[in-house]
């Protein structure tokens, strides 16, 4: 869980202790009222576990507190959005998760993108997104196999690049040059789509050689929305952050990235390099 998400777990669950106290109530009292183990009041009120919005009224109830329950139940429910598993955020398929980043594009300006192994799913052919959703559909239990209208809607997002005053600065590793997404054939077109875009005006594309020195070690994956929202992918989760203080640490982990990459003819060499080693 990012700092953020436990940081207001850990918040909610003060305010929790709070109230149990301001009632005269043990730990061990409330739990006998709400029927629980007296280790689940004790790792709510110390982070150490997920409130539902049950558990919160089913706590202010006891605590003769209901008129605090709404806002505590909004805290919940903020929790619950730091943190999307993948299975619930693709429950309708891929293609309606997709679709909800058109959004997130209409409001934004400037993007700042980093990824390490893997080409930026906007600077993706159709094939190697293909490749991406059909291995997240296998991975995943339970998700509906529309990836035909999943990579439809990936295809959509790249309008972006072609319109609007939007910017978008990309960071790649150079791994994610070499790293094989659907075989020599998918990657043979994925490496020209990378040359042919990165004149765009509109795309700052930066690769990162292997051996440059980092100002910052290299992290995980992660797209910035204006300075306003950072999203992270892992395999299990979206995770959404919004904390002005952490939205401030990624864009100054940014900046660190950017001394590290190379850009222009550089940057094309390293594509061409890897072009040529594909068989």
């Known amino acids: 869980m990012s700092t953020e998400a436990q940081r207001a777990r850990e918040n909610l669950g003060a305010r929790l202790r709070d109230l149990r106290k301001e009632a005269g109530l043990t730990g061990r009292a409330l739990a006998a009222l ?82 390490p192994n893997m080409i930026w799913g906007t600077l993706q052919t159709a094939e190697y997104a293909e490749t991406i959703l059909r291995q997240l559909v296998s991975f995943l239990d339970d998700v509906p196999d529309d990836v035909e209208e999943g990579v439809a809607a990936r295809m959509e997002r790249q309008q972006y690049l072609y319109r609007g005053d939007r910017r978008f600065n990309v960071i790649l590793g150079e791994q994610a040059l070499y ?25 700052s594309l930066g690769i990162i050689p292997a051996r440059a020195p980092y100002e910052i070690w290299p992290g995980d ?27 401030a640490a990624y864009g100054k982990a940014f900046a660190l990235l950017q001394r590290s990459a190379v850009y222009g003819d550089l940057a094309r060499r390293l594509i061409m390099e890897a072009l040529a080693q594909l068989v």
């Open 34 to 115: 709400a029927g629980w183990q007296l280790s689940k009041v004790s790792k709510i009120e110390h982070g150490k576990q997920n409130a539902t919005a049950e558990d919160v009224r089913t706590w202010c109830h006891h605590c003769n507190a209901e008129s605090r329950a709404a806002d505590l139940v909004a805290s919940v429910r903020n929790i619950e959005t730091l943190w999307t598993e993948w299975r619930r955020a693709l429950h309708a398929g891929t293609r309606l998760r997709q679709r909800r980043s058109l959004d997130l594009y209409e409001k934004t300006h400037i993007f700042r993108v980093y990824n």
């Open 179 to 203: 790293t094989n997404i659907g075989g020599a054939g998918v990657m043979r077109g994925q490496l020209d789509r990378l040359l042919a875009v990165m004149t765009l005006p509109r795309l």
């Open 221 to 247: 994956m992660f797209i910035m929305f204006d300075d306003r929202m950072v999203m992270l992918e892992t395999y299990s989760a979206e995770l959404t952050i919004t904390e002005p203080n952490e939205i």
